[in-house]
């Protein structure tokens, strides 16, 4: 005996009529009403073949809907982000490039334009002036304990 399991748990769902899950046969049902109110309300102004192509037209919205699945999503949510994405939050991608280098080094070239020399030897002799204003630390082991 052979038990059928999905290879994802997620994509399991209970059948309820004829190998359809609840959503499937709602929808059905909708599309067969939809087809019914059609062919009723247009048979006598439009002739035979005209109105059923209407009621395919007008059923077929409602069918699909049923058995409508795409990244999990079902029409309704489908539908949903859709309208979020490009009406309620509609925004325009502007691609603006950062040059990591130039930032790093910005102080550097601005240095170096407003003093008509080289950038990193200004800042250079910058360090060196602090570290005599300082005092040059001892090297060695002075301040490890004994």
């Not at 059905?28 to 109110?37: D, E, F, H, M, W």
């Not at 002036?129 to 001892?138: F, I, L, S, T």
Request: aromatic share 10%.
């Amino acid at each position: 005996m052979e038990v059928k399991m999905n290879k994802e748990i997620r994509d399991y769902q209970e059948s309820m009529f004829m190998g359809l899950d609840l959503r499937q046969c709602v929808c059905s049902v909708l599309a067969i009403l939809t087809a019914i109110g059609i062919y009723f309300g247009m048979r006598d102004i439009t002739g035979q073949e005209v109105t059923g192509w209407l009621c395919v037209i007008g059923a077929a919205p409602f069918a699909a809907c049923g058995f409508f699945k795409y990244h999990g999503m079902t029409a309704e949510q489908f539908l949903w982000a859709v309208i979020k994405s490009e009406l309620l939050y509609p925004k325009k991608l502007v691609f603006q490039s950062e040059n990591l280098y130039h930032s790093c080094m910005q102080e550097t070239i601005s240095l170096g334009e407003k003093n008509q020399k080289d950038g990193a030897e200004i800042l250079k002799e910058r360090e060196r002036k602090a570290e005599v204003k300082q005092g040059k630390k001892q090297k060695g082991r002075s301040d490890a304990l004994d």
